[in-house]
Every structure is written in structure tokens, then in C-alpha cells.
């Protein structure tokens, strides 16, 4: 061991799917985490076979070998904050959880992915209520999308009154902050809504992007969430910082063609170089 190392890096573990497309899954998050100045980690819960058209098929890992992706990288290299993607079965849901408690994982962000931009299904059935009953307690802040929140909640959402109903479910069923992410509204302005216990609501409002290319763009921004909790922000500031990333990234992408279906986004349009944190 260096015993002259004065320094660490943020690091931020994502456990979730692998998209071989490359613009979601763990690929979008470790671009995004580098992009922001962390150290990015991953356990991969499963294997995807995708392009930028959908989603040809789902290879799940091995439980005992998710669990040891976790414990080989938090017991060596430690992690500032975990964010979660894809967790297609309730026993995968299970295995993350217990993998969280026996960490002592505080700084969590959840984003439940049930739905590919092509629409393919991603999650089970049983593993939904799990999800809800194992994952939301442990969560800094879950992050659905407008399908995802309606499949929640087991009702559409077509409106921001609906939006803020469906989010107080979700803390009500256990989860500490929501961002219900309304980028599924009709109309040309996009509403996010962060809404945490004994809080009032943040509305946070933005022009839409004219853009094909949202492949990973929940992926990308839960990321960047995890990512600025790594760095210090506090929830709310990392949500707008996060927000601004993604917009940033999709704008930069917005004239690219990357494949015959909805293409990725510009990670990259402005890196930052790496942090370094004291010991």
C-alpha cells in the first residue's frame, strides 16, 4: 500500500443492466460518471441484447455472482453512492438489498426501470411490489419516469396534479423522495416534480428538446444524481445539476445519427476532469 497517498477519487457504483447498444444500462453510467469527475464502478444484474431499435434479449447473472460484483468492489474500493437500474426479477431486487443493509449503502438512488425507450418490458411482476417493499426504504430518492410511476401506482398519469398524486403514493408506500419525471406529457415544456417527506414540491420546468436521440436518458440522469451526491450536493441541488447534465447532453446529440432507431446521448459534450478528495 502507498502509504503517501493523501488522495481518493468519488466513487460511484452502479448496479444494473448492460446495454450492448451502449447509450443505456451500465454503459450510459459510466460515461456519465466520468463525464462529472467520478470513479465509476458497476455489478452488471443482467445481460442485454439491444441496438438502438429494441431489445432482442435478457440474460440474467447469476445471484451469488451480483452479490460478489458488490462485495468485491464496496469491500475494496468503497463507494460514495450507488445508483440502480435494472432489476428485471424479484430475487435480483432481494439480492441488492441485502447487499445495501450489509454495506451500510446510505446514498442511494433508485431508478426503477421497467420499460425500454422501444418498450420492451424489462422487470417482472412480482419483482414490482418487492421493488417497493425492499428498495424504497432504502433509497435517498427514487426516480420514475411517467410509465414507470403509472405502473407504480397502477393508474395513467396525464396530468402534473396526477403527477404529484402518484408521487405522494410513493412516499406514502415508503420511499423517502420521488422525482416523477414528466418528459412523457404532451406539450412543448417538459415537468419534473422531486417531492421528499415533510417537504414542499419542487416543480422544475424546461423547454422540450427537439431531439430522436433519448435512448438512456433515465439512466443517464439518475446517474448524474448519484453522481453529484458523491461529489457533496444535497438532493435538490443534484437533481438540478443532473437535469442540467441531460439537457446539456441531449442538445450536444441532438443532430447525430447513431443507428436506425433512437440513438444516445452526447455524454461526453463536456468532460470534467477527475476529482480528487482528501483521505
Same mark, same amino acid.
Given at each position: ?175 423517502? !423522495?420521488? %422525482? ?5 406529457? @404532451?406539450? =412543448?415544456? #417538459?415537468? +419534473?416534480? $422531486?417531492? /421528499? ?35 457533496? !450536493?444535497? %438532493? ?5 445539476? @443532473?437535469? =442540467?447534465? #441531460?439537457? +446539456?447532453? $441531449?442538445? /450536444? ?27
Amino acid at each position: 500500500m502507498n502509504s503517501t497517498a493523501a488522495f481518493r477519487y468519488p466513487r460511484v457504483l452502479s448496479i444494473a443492466g448492460s446495454d450492448s447498444g451502449g447509450g443505456a444500462g451500465i454503459q450510459a453510467d459510466l460515461k456519465t460518471f466520468a463525464a462529472l469527475g467520478c470513479y465509476g464502478m458497476t455489478a452488471i444484474t443482467a445481460l442485454t441484447a439491444q441496438n438502438t431499435t429494441g431489445v432482442w434479449s435478457i440474460h440474467p447473472v447469476p445471484l451469488q455472482h451480483l452479490a460478489d460484483q458488490i462485495n468485491a468492489v464496496v469491500e475494496d474500493i468503497g463507494a460514495d453512492a450507488v445508483k440502480i437500474g435494472m432489476l428485471h426479477s424479484a430475487d435480483t431486487v432481494r439480492t441488492v438489498a441485502g447487499a445495501l443493509r450489509r454495506h451500510g449503502l446510505t446514498q442511494v438512488v433508485l431508478d426503477p426501470v421497467m420499460v425500454a425507450t422501444s418498450g420492451a418490458k424489462l422487470i417482472d411482476d412480482p419483482a414490482i411490489n418487492v421493488l417497493v417493499s425492499e428498495l424504497f426504504p432504502l433509497a435517498t430518492v427514487v426516480t420514475p419516469n411517467l410509465d414507470e410511476a403509472a405502473l407504480l401506482v397502477g393508474r395513467a398519469l396525464r396530468s402534473e396534479d396526477d403527477m404529484e398524486d402518484a408521487a405522494r403514493e410513493l412516499l406514502a408506500r415508503g420511499a423517502r !423522495a420521488v %422525482l416523477v419525471k414528466g418528459g412523457h406529457l @404532451a406539450g =412543448d415544456t #417538459v415537468s +419534473d416534480l $422531486l417531492l /421528499a417527506r415533510d417537504a414542499a414540491p419542487v416543480w422544475m420546468h424546461a423547454p422540450r428538446i427537439a431531439t430522436p436521440n433519448t435512448h438512456g436518458t433515465g439512466c443517464t440522469l439518475s446517474s448524474a444524481i448519484a453522481s453529484h451526491l458523491a461529489l457533496g !450536493a444535497d %438532493l435538490p441541488q443534484a437533481v438540478e445539476r @443532473a437535469r =442540467d447534465f #441531460v439537457r +446539456d447532453a $441531449l442538445e /450536444a446529440g441532438a443532430r447525430v445519427r447513431t443507428g436506425a432507431g433512437s440513438g444516445p446521448l452526447n455524454h461526453g459534450h463536456a468532460p470534467q476532469a477527475m476529482q480528487l478528495r482528501p483521505l
